[in-house]
């Protein structure tokens, strides 16, 4: 069984850093691509950073310069490390699963596997 689960989440004062942590579980990590998303009180979620598994990337124009995707396939787990932060990043953060291994598209729907997120909260 397949699961994800995701760690890191927090409150941050405007303009800190903060890393978040998807570990994965249940399925050989190196062979798929994998994604964060985020979602906003009241907003759909969206797209903020893909890793395939040749660990090329892709990234939401909103967040480009400010965060990081990478991985750690030994540990299989997956990381975001997001810079200058402000209150319009408070979101919960989902970490996803893409089966397509050199996939690293922005489209929820491609993903099979999703964790149950973890809050991120920028103070101002």
């Known amino acids: 069984q397949v699961q994800l689960v995701e760690s890191g989440g927090g409150l941050v004062q405007t303009g800190g850093s903060l890393r978040l942590s998807c570990a994965a579980s249940?399925?050989?990590?190196?062979?798929?691509?994998m994604a964060w998303f985020r979602q906003a009180p009241g907003k759909e979620r969206e797209f903020v950073a893909a890793i395939n598994w040749s660990r090329e990337t892709s990234y939401a124009d909103s967040m480009k310069g400010r965060v990081t995707i990478s991985k750690d396939n030994a540990d299989n787990i997956m990381y975001l490390q997001m810079y200058i932060l402000s209150p319009d990043d408070t979101a919960t953060y989902y970490c996803a699963l893409n089966r397509i291994p050199y996939s690293t598209t922005n489209n929820a729907q491609f993903y099979h596997y999703w964790g149950q997120g973890t809050q991120v909260t920028v103070s101002s």
């Open positions: 249940g399925i050989t990590f190196a062979r798929y691509s």
